[in-house]
């Protein structure tokens, strides 16, 4: 039997600057080694094949992607283990972890430690750019959500609070009814997807595919899905129940899915640039434009609205290419890197992985 496997971010380059989740993603593992040191897309090919090699052998298996390079994972988690693997460039990925579960594994070659000064500055230049940027992208993510708050503003003066409130409160007895799960919730916030160097990415179906009843929201900006998916999360964790809960890769402080596996339900926002259409007989539309925000409203403001996205979307695409950038950069400095040094000896890989394998099952 082959194990099941989700996709997802841990870390996010958003509208507040690079956005960790790290410390829900870790904080039930019992064991974490953390790869430090060798190149990062070597760190990714192993950490890869080893998640294959053990979620064809039946493990469950978590792979936490890398929102400034499209082919690379930064860590995998085996959840039935309470065993992770992760990158330690992650940023502050160390504060995270207790560190009586931190095992660190040195890959770099440790006779190798000085190189030439036309290395060293190219390394220096290169760090730099990439950070200077990262930045840029910081700033530009920043400038798009604040038209995205131009537009959501309409819609929040053109809506019924009342109707969201409603419709919220029904949705919440229909999940929950009175039932109680009778235990202390196990709360994991996580990113669904990612503004990437190729745009935005996401996982939605990835981590819906076993989900019984799908719920897909749409409307505007400010139609309040965020707030809705906030409040059915707060109470499904008042009464026990697992929930996972992801926020937006742009704008962290807001939702865009929940996922109470234990009772097969998956609620997400179904609108750019994570637009989906129900697939499925069971799959089914809220639709909070037509219940919430005033009839006419689109037609009304459609100038400012036509406007305020058209800064939007420019903003999202200058960020974007300047993740490319750094991405570039990022690439120059693997190969400078791999130019300089073997960094990891021959064997090291195979003896990591038949050591966390040996962990792996033995849990």
Not at 343 to 361: F, M, R
């Amino acid at each position: 039997m082959v194990g099941k496997v989700l996709h997802y971010y841990a870390g996010g380059n958003t509208a507040k600057g690079y956005f960790s989740l790290y410390e829900s993603a870790v904080k039930d593992l019992n064991r974490v080694f953390l790869l430090q040191g060798g190149l990062r897309s070597d760190k990714s090919a192993f950490m890869h094949t080893l998640g294959e090699t053990l979620r064809k052998e039946g493990h469950s298996i978590e792979y936490l992607h890398c929102a400034s390079n499209n082919e690379w994972i930064e860590g995998v988690i085996f959840p039935g283990a309470g065993v992770g693997i992760i990158d330690d460039t992650v940023p502050e990925i160390r504060k995270y972890t207790a560190s009586e579960n931190l095992q660190i594994i040195v890959l770099e070659n440790q006779r190798i430690t000085e190189y030439s000064s036309e290395h060293n500055d190219e390394t220096q230049r290169l760090k730099k750019d990439i950070s200077s940027k990262f930045q840029k992208a910081y700033t530009s993510f920043a400038e798009s959500l604040k038209a995205h708050d131009d537009i959501e503003d309409i819609y929040i003066a053109n809506m019924s609070f009342a109707k969201a409130n409603e419709l919220t409160n029904e949705l919440i007895d229909l999940f929950f009814g009175e039932e109680t799960a009778e235990k202390t919730s196990n709360v994991k916030h996580r990113f669904l997807g990612a503004a990437t160097p190729k745009g935005a990415v996401d996982y939605i179906q990835n981590l819906t595919e076993d989900i019984g009843k799908r719920y897909f929201i749409k409307g505007r900006a400010g139609s309040g899905k965020s707030t809705m998916l906030r409040k059915i999360a707060a109470a499904g964790e008042e009464k026990g129940y697992d929930v996972e809960i992801y926020h937006c890769g742009f704008d962290p402080n807001s939702l865009d899915m929940v996922i109470l596996r234990e009772k097969g339900i998956a609620i997400f926002d179904s609108t750019a640039p994570h637009e989906y259409d129900p697939e499925r007989e069971t799959d089914e539309i809220i639709d909070m434009y037509e219940t919430c925000i005033i009839p006419g409203t689109d037609e009304k403001f459609a100038a400012d609205v036509e406007r305020t996205t058209k800064a939007y979307k420019d903003k999202m695409n200058e960020a974007i290419s300047y993740l490319a950038e750094a991405k570039d950069m990022i690439d120059q400095l693997e190969d400078l890197k791999g130019i300089r040094n073997s960094a990891v000896s021959d064997n090291l890989y195979d003896i990591l992985t038949e050591e966390i394998k040996l962990i792996v099952k033995q849990k």
